[in-house]
């Protein structure tokens, strides 16, 4: 620290805390809506005849709107916090301006609310991970790039030299969503393209966000964390570069599902870019576990320390899983059935949304300068998260393994199929509600430490207000 | 990589390649289709929905029905059958030949020679073509779903998870409309155990009036409304149901051949 006015980390972190309120108390009434969402969807399973006469009950609705309220309500708002704290710290630059990411933030959570409206309206378009109506997606874009642009600004601000791993993850990941969103919104929503082209730029799309951006936020957080935590350097630089690499190259052309009716090249294109994922997986692991082993005695009393391994480690598998569902032998079996959705939650709730509590337990506290009100009820969130996300991952996959082989069977009946996934279905249940604990507890913590430093605010305004005038220099 | 300007230009030439590959190519290669010539026929394919099957896509589209049903039939392949139309002057040789020959499931090549063979004995043969795979002997469609049958779709819903069956030929494989409309009304009716759910909010229970509505469902008693009341599907549940007629894939095309089904002789 030479620079003469270098800010103290005091500082830094003080400077991101009304954003980083502000997108992460949505961020948590939108996990807790998304998991109540697929609780409500998943009893169609039990009981499918009780919402026959409500409209915005339907499976069709619920399902699509806990997912999108998962990833766009929670995931994306949060991991830009997370962004926003960690280009900060590293760059040793407080973040300045703070009122335009409280005002995007707001109009972000105001565009996921009309959005998963909409879904449940019925104003749907149709298009997987792009359901949003488009009023909704117009907030949420400009909403993204005022954000962006203020972590952009932050980062090329930056006063401490040199990059550092996490900043390719995230300043790629800030480039990916708009590029790829404009883009599905322009030839999927505003002039669409014909028929099954549709399907592959929804595809593209999906692919890019749903992995990749979810890998280089969660990744570029992991990158931050993990040494910090175990107090050893990042192992190291070049596997990172690789990595880093290989991720965006063969992640980005994976979209594409075998069996498309599409021509055959696109298909077999991105199966072989998803088996090639293989590689930045191994750099990936090493990484981890170079930089994790070994390292300086910090045990995690399911801490962040601990949600962000738990979180690595669910990255490498739901990563493997999607190499696997690539190979032609296993996707002959596993498409259409619910192996892929078991993928999609393993890598969203399990890897990205586990990684993100972990830095929000370790950010927040920080940044607002007051502990978690309930700092026991952190371990048992924990727990309840790993516990939920377990159940639900080994349910699915493995009724969707019994789904498609009865689906590939052609003397089993179709409803042989649907029969041998209820029971896998119905426990799946068990690990949503799991994880709607979960999500409720993180968000007690966090909403009442919102509350509080509401109530503190408000306090010292009175307080100020309420001094003998003859005393000066208010104290704020 | 030591400054940003270095990660902006990775990042970009990377998403460039990605478009490029799975955006643009697919833009190009099928942005322009046209009808296709059906085989054998002097018709194009695929027709525009008729208005109301246009509507009903609107009504898949709002419910969310891809969420839990494909229209993505799959096929392993094709395999040919040998088929004896007529003996010909020496019933006999032909018979003993056919004894010998192994006539259904064949690849081209021995579909071909087997038909010479019975054609050199005097026999008259057709060689029928059609396609395999489970989705296809569970008769869900006489071929793979194609390009072409979305061409005037939006949105396309092609559907990714088969909690229901695939609805890409139902048309042609449940071709009662009042069936469709009471399955929708009450799928545990006609179908036992289903976990579809019930889409009673398509459909108005009322009073029956001076003259029962001819739309009015006929429902099993179990799932019949009070009596002097009756079940009438909403514009929405008849537009559906329309969309679920209007689809078909049960026309062969270039790049998915198969013989149809000959029609019946009166």
Redesign the interface.
Known sequence: MTVNESPSTTNIDASCRVPLLALFSGAALWLVVSSALAVLASL??HM??K?????FL????V??AADDALLYGFCIPAGLGVLLWIFARLGQVPLRGGIVPVVAAHLWHLGVLAGVVG?LA???????WLEFPRGAAALLFVAYLLLALWAFMN??GRRAG??FPS??FF??AL??FP??YS?AQL??IGA??????????A??YGG?LVFLWTSLIGLGAAFYFLPKFSGRPLHSYFYA?FAF?TL??FG??S???A?????AW?PA??ALNSLLLIVPILAIAVIGWKTVMGGAVQTCKGGSYCMIKFGFVAFLLSALLLVAGACPQVSRIT????F??AQTQLHLYGFLCITLFGAIYYILPRAVGRDFAFPRLIRLQHWCSMLGIFLLVVSLAAGGLL?GIK????GAA??D???A??PFLRTSTMGLLLMLLANLLFALNLLTLLFLWHLSVIKTVVGAALAPLGKTGVKA | MKNGFVIFLSVATVLLLSWGALVLAPQMQLGGARQVPVLNSTDVYPLARPGTAAQGLQVYRANGCAACHTEQVQQDGVACDVVLLAAGKNPSAVSNLLATLKLTGLDEGSALSASDRIAAAGGKVETRIRATGSDIARGWGLRHSVAEDFLYDYPVALGSLRVGPDLADVGRRLPDPNWQLQHLYAPRSLVKGSVMPPFRYLFETRKIGAVPSPDALNLPAEFAPAVGYEVVPKPEAQQLVAYLMSLHTDVPLYNAPFTPPAPLKP
Do not use: K
Request: proline content about 8%.
């Open positions: 169609s399973f499918p005849g919402f026959g006469d409500i409209p339907t499976y069709g609705r399902q699509p879904i019925g104003e749907s378009t149709g298009f997987t980062f090329t040199g990059l900043h390719w300043v790629a480039f990916v590029w790829i883009v030839l999927l669409p393209v014909r028929g099954v082209v549709q399907s592959a730029v595809w593209w890019n570069l690499w965006l190259l980005s052309l979209g594409i599902p069996g498309a009716p599409l021509p696109m294109l991105s498409q259409f059935t619910w892929s959705a789904q689906l590939h069977d052609a179709f409803d199929s649907t029969r996934m209820l």
